[in-house]
């Protein structure tokens, strides 16, 4: 085909180029060839090769078919040749009989190199077909250049990497190619174009010969590099295949573009680079997962190493600092279209082996959780006690989570419960916890200031757990901290007192840590700042102190600081006193039904599970920021599980927590469960915030109380109800689901409601009320036209309720039969919203319980003719001087009155059975 290609046609062209780029089939025909005439062929393949580059760049001849596709085969077998005698599979191949030289491998190689800085795509030939030749020319184009990466890449395989060519018998090794020069900087500016012609997996073999490249050109000219991670950008952006998608981000973080000594301008375009992937990973699920799988391992693999590379990570993860901090920080805010496919992902995933579909594939690559436990592992590898650089990074790492904490309060974004800047907020400081245990106490003071700083200001009360948290280990380890601690009880006096509760809460658990000589010390200092809080007008804070009076006394007895005891003994009467008073019991009862401040111990429970996945549970975070310890340990590195699998506090943080945690997730998954009153394991806990659920004890209720947090007085915070968790449950709760929704009265299988909206013109009022359908359980909505909920206008409303809601099309002329056949077949009664000379108020209709409700056009209303059918017309009672409400309006009153009658009405004859 390369010597005899000027004789295939043109319309033969685009087959024979299918031909070739099959690998099989052209390294079955060429190894044949290759057998005897192995010399030949090279010298062969490099005459066609510059034959075709000179015709094509010749100006007084017109560019044919035949031209182009003899250059393409040229190119294909060129790659072949490449990869028999350079490639990764060179030392498998059969060699010839023959023996080449190496002066003609140099030869061929210093073509390679020589050819990939050309323009090697061929002209556009003029052709009868023109709009064939405008379709498939770029595929043509993309795949000349193709064959001429794959070619580099294998020379630049053995150049670069110092691998030996095989040779034949006798043959000199690779000695020969030691000498050639690799022009990195020119190929670099070379891949850069060809990345703007090439797409999808045809660029494969130009980003992997870019990550031989870029190490030796990076250093040298820093605007070309820049112009390559912008090349792969544009190219990222543009395509969504997961091959395409790691090779282009392990070229852009490779190690050396991530390393400390790169030119400013490459550094500032790797953050632009992420910023970018970061904004584009909202849609493109698992992208980010790669950015954080490449760095991180990149930056653990140097932290477990020697000391220079120890130094090499240290500096690399201050440059990156803002990448890592998106790393742990990271969780975009899906919409209810792809968390509902995680959830059903997850819940396949949790099937096992049951399911065929976990065998062929990984949820891992999709979960963005995992993205955390990445940027986690980083600072498990710190470890101070054996490395001072690990301490350096570790108080620089917590000066850049200020920052960014900080420029979060700036931002002036909504800090709702559960909104984004919460859950920043949340990570944050969870990386925060577990680097307060590996600081010392330059880095501790630091910290703490900020923490008294967070604790004076309205937070989160799951945000000000952490953060009391914090505080509690790094006071254990420093007592030289102790002073300022006591300083703050004392600045609170004149000042607002938001803290005070969380440095009660503080105190009463350095109380426990602590042994008991340097207990007793702080004991004796702590309880003349706490007494007079016990008759503050605050209730919060008196609650607290009063709870934290009782509890440090109870740790005087328990430990017989009996100095303690007799110093202090008019503690014991107002002890005795909050414990005989019922309004002091009821306020201590408070405080101590608050899970963090009676149950938490803050060094045993000091561990990943608790704080990543048993906290964020207690404190009703949504399921989305509960990461599990299986996470961990199927993402982790052996020997760093092993680090940390008996590891102390201050030392490291065990994965698992050995205390078990399970009844109180039991609780806060199953808030009418029964609980042991004799096992104190099973209390009930309460998040802060939040209000305690009933104990069921005998078929009754008992009132609850609202708890106490360390964030003031509020104890209602805002939070959304979510149901995704119930829409993919197990079999067993599937069915307790759907008979609370029966019990209800949402949704029951013997009484319905029919929604009649085929007279509506504007299509965003049906939207609007089939998005109220879903919610109130309407059994069935009528509408005009199906294709209507195709329009963006209606998903606009819906936000796709019409996939759970049954939906029927009945056009506007066919009404009329439809209620009839409703009315007279089905036994429906027939209501009309609309106000006629006998219509009837809606305060004083009762609705029946199979009732189709037919809503009239938004401006005539129902037609005269369809009046004459209904059983009754309904008016909405108006105080205003507008007569009439708009129709979206005016159908979600009525199905709400209906549901609520429908509810009364179940909950009287539940109420009227015996028993």
């Not at 500016?189 to 012609?197: M, T, V």
């Not at 102790?482 to 609170?492: H, Q, V």
């Not at 806990?685 to 106490?708: R, V, Y």
Request: aromatic content about 6%; overall charge negative; glycine content about 6%.
């Amino acid at each position: 085909v390369v010597q005899r290609g000027s004789r295939v046609s043109a319309a033969a062209a685009y087959s024979v180029s299918d031909a070739l780029a099959s690998s099989s089939q052209l390294s079955g025909l060429l190894s044949v060839y290759a057998m005897c005439h192995e010399s030949s062929m090279i010298t062969d393949c490099l005459a066609s090769l510059k034959a075709c580059l000179a015709n094509s760049q010749a100006k007084d001849t017109a560019p044919t078919m035949s031209g182009a596709l003899q250059q393409l085969s040229s190119l294909h077998l060129l790659a072949w040749l490449c990869e028999v005698h350079f490639g990764s599979n060179s030392t498998q191949c059969k060699l010839s009989k023959d023996t080449v030289s190496q002066e003609l491998l140099s030869t061929l190689c210093l073509f390679v190199l020589d050819l990939a800085s050309q323009s090697v795509v061929p002209q556009r030939p003029t052709v009868d077909n023109a709009a064939q030749m405008n379709k498939d020319w770029g595929r043509f184009g993309a795949e000349c250049v193709e064959c001429q990466w794959h070619a580099l890449l294998s020379v630049l395989s053995v150049v670069v990497s110092g691998k030996n060519t095989p040779t034949a018998a006798g043959g000199g090794g690779g000695r020969g190619l030691a000498t050639i020069t690799i022009p990195a900087v020119e190929l670099s500016s070379a891949a850069a174009s060809a990345l703007s012609i090439v797409g999808g997996r045809a660029s494969l073999p130009v980003l992997a010969a870019l990550q031989l490249l870029l190490p030796l050109s990076a250093f040298e000219d820093g605007d070309l590099t820049v112009s390559v991670i912008s090349a792969c950008w544009t190219l990222l952006r543009e395509q969504r295949d997961h091959v395409v998608s790691q090779a282009i981000i392990h070229t852009v973080y490779q190690p050396c573009l991530l390393s400390a000594d790169v030119p400013e301008q490459v550094a500032d375009r790797i953050h632009q680079f992420t910023c970018e992937v970061s904004d584009m990973a909202d849609l493109c699920i698992g992208l980010f997962n790669m950015v954080a799988e490449q760095c991180c391992g990149h930056w653990l693999q140097l932290l477990q190493g020697c000391a220079v590379q120890q130094e090499q990570a240290t500096r690399s993860l201050l440059l990156h600092s803002q990448l890592w901090i998106n790393v742990i920080t990271y969780g975009p805010q899906r919409t209810k279209t792809i968390r509902l496919e995680n959830s059903a992902s997850l819940y396949v995933e949790g099937l096992g082996d049951q399911c065929s579909a976990n065998l062929i594939s990984s949820r891992r690559a999709r979960d963005d959780r995992l993205v955390r436990v990445h940027g986690i592992a980083v600072l498990a590898a710190l470890s101070p006690s054996s490395s001072t650089s690990h301490g350096m990074l570790a108080r620089q790492l917590v000066t850049a989570l200020i920052s960014f904490d900080k420029s979060l309060n700036n931002a002036k974004m909504k800090y709702s419960f559960c909104s984004p800047s919460h859950h920043k907020k949340q990570r944050l400081w969870q990386a925060l916890l577990l680097l307060s245990a590996l600081l010392d106490e330059t880095g501790a003071c630091e910290l703490s200031d900020y923490v008294y700083e967070v604790l004076s200001s309205e937070h989160q009360p799951s945000v000000k757990y952490i953060c009391q948290w914090s505080l509690m280990l790094m006071l254990r380890r420093h007592a030289a901290l102790w002073t300022g601690f006591w300083e703050k009880f004392r600045e609170i006096k004149s000042r607002r007192i938001p803290a005070m509760c969380s440095l009660l809460c503080v105190a009463v658990h350095m109380s426990r840590l602590l042994p008991p000589p340097t207990r007793q010390s702080f004991i004796g200092e702590a309880l003349p700042l706490i007494m007079p809080w016990c008759q503050s007008q605050h209730n919060t804070v008196r609650a607290y102190a009063l709870a934290s009076v009782d509890a440090m006394w109870t740790c005087c007895k328990d430990a017989g600081l009996t100095q303690l005891l007799e110093k202090f003994s008019i503690v014991e009467a107002c002890v005795h006193f909050s414990k005989c008073n019922w309004e002091s019991m009821r306020s201590k009862q408070r405080v101590c039904d608050d899970f963090f401040f009676a149950t938490l111990r803050p060094t045993l429970d000091y561990s990943i599970e608790t704080v990543f996945y048993t906290l964020p549970a207690l404190t009703h975070m949504v399921e989305e920021e509960w990461i599990p310890a299986s996470a961990f340990q199927s993402t982790w590195p052996l020997q760093l599980l092993e680090a940390h699998s008996q590891a102390q506090c201050g030392d490291g943080w065990r994965v698992e927590n050995p205390l078990d945690y399970s009844d109180l997730l039991l609780n806060r998954r199953q808030l009418d469960a029964e609980l042991s009153e004799n096992d104190p394991q099973q209390r009930q806990l309460q998040a802060d915030g939040g209000k305690p659920s009933a104990k069921l004890t005998n078929g009754s209720s008992s009132a609850s109380s609202t708890s106490i947090s360390g964030a003031g007085d509020s104890s209602d915070v805002q939070q959304k109800i979510t149901n995704l968790q119930n829409l993919l449950p197990s079999l067993n709760d599937e069915v307790r689901f759907y008979q609370q929704l029966r019990q209800e009265g949402r949704r029951s299988d013997q009484g319905s409601l029919v929604l009649v909206t085929s007279l509506l013109e504007k299509i965003p009022n049906v939207g609007g009320l089939c998005r109220t359908c879903e919610i109130f359980g309407v059994s069935l909505l009528v509408v005009s036209n199906k294709k209507i909920l195709d329009d963006k206008r209606f998903s606009a409303l819906s936000v796709t309720s019409e996939k759970w809601i049954p939906i029927e099309e009945v056009k506007a002329l066919e009404v009329r039969d439809y209620v009839r056949y409703m009315r007279d077949v089905c036994g429906y009664s027939i209501v009309g919203v609309e106000q006629t000379a006998c219509s009837k108020s809606l305060e004083q209709y009762h609705f029946q319980e199979k009732t189709l409700l037919l809503l009239g056009n938004e401006r005539e209303g129902i037609p005269v003719d369809l009046i004459q059918l209904m059983d009754d017309c309904v008016e909405i009672p108006q105080l205003g001087i507008i007569r009439s409400l708009n129709v979206h309006v005016s159908g979600a009153i009525l199905i709400w009155e209906y549901t609520k009658q429908q509810i009364v009405k179940r909950c009287s004859q539940k109420a009227s059975e015996p028993g």
